[in-house]
């Protein structure tokens, strides 16, 4: 990346840290805007559905979740992780509350929905206020959130189910959260973990010693993957005083089916 596209990018997700401090709602309200590429567009009841699994998957106790859909935006790729790791979509934010763009930033999470491909990593980054992933067809495949999670929250991996995974994790990191604040637990013959851990699980080339948040990953080979759609109680206790402990960049998941 061209070093005055890289400062333009970090200088765009620091004007949004600054929108989050003076805009903040009285009751401190966590606010998430979905955009998606015109080609995710294409695909009916994607935002919706988007909607539907953050406003259940990000209900904290001391705050209330706000998600809403800012429309369609154009973009000059579908590659969901180079739009925002090298700026487009920062940049696009930045412009927008500059009043330069149809786009209207909020001070909580800026997530783009493009329909680029789930199977060759990174598909999604997250870095503060600002976030974006691929795989809207698969979305627009998933079934609603009170058919697909039940009481139990914890379902076999598909490419729909984690695609919505990674939208979670990438909103993770937008929030604040590290890969530390992921868990995955053995339960009977199957692997069982949560949006911040994800399929890192079961990826051998990455390293678990930062992740830890209630144990060390166990050995996932021959078991079944299952994934939980609730974040581990740390995440859970960072999301809800709204801490942010520090940077966070893109997640390079492998396709897990």
């Not at 058919?147 to 991996?157: H, Q, R, T």
């Amino acid at each position: 990346m061209k070093r005055r596209v890289f400062l333009g990018a970090v200088g765009s997700m620091a004007s949004l840290g600054t929108l989050a401090y003076t805009t903040r709602a009285d009751d401190d309200a966590l606010a998430v805007r979905i955009w998606l590429s015109e080609q995710a567009g294409r695909y009916d009841g994607v935002a919706d559905r988007v909607r539907a699994f953050l406003a259940r998957t990000l209900a904290l106790e001391r705050r209330r979740v706000e998600p809403t859909v800012g429309g369609t935006v154009s973009v000059s790729t579908e590659d969901a992780a180079r739009l925002t790791s090298r700026g487009e979509w920062p940049l696009a934010l930045a412009s927008g509350r500059l009043g330069r763009r149809d786009i209207d930033p909020v001070s909580g999470v800026n997530l783009l929905v493009t329909d680029g491909g789930m199977r060759d990593a990174p598909t999604g980054y997250g870095a503060p206020h600002v976030a974006s992933v691929g795989g809207a067809r698969h979305i627009g495949r998933l079934e609603s959130v009170d058919d697909l999670l039940g009481n139990d929250w914890i379902v076999p991996v598909t490419t729909a189910a984690r695609t919505m995974h990674v939208l979670l994790h990438e909103v993770g990191h937008a929030l604040g959260l590290a890969h530390r604040h992921g868990v995955a637990v053995r339960s009977g013959d199957a692997i069982v973990t949560t949006p911040m851990l994800s399929s890192y699980a079961w990826d051998p080339d990455f390293d678990p010693a930062p992740t830890q948040c209630g144990g060390a990953i166990p050995s996932t080979g021959g078991r079944e993957r299952l994934l939980d759609f609730a974040f581990s109680a740390c995440a859970r206790r960072e999301l809800a005083v709204g801490g942010r402990d520090g940077n966070r960049s893109e997640t390079r998941h492998r396709a897990a089916d």
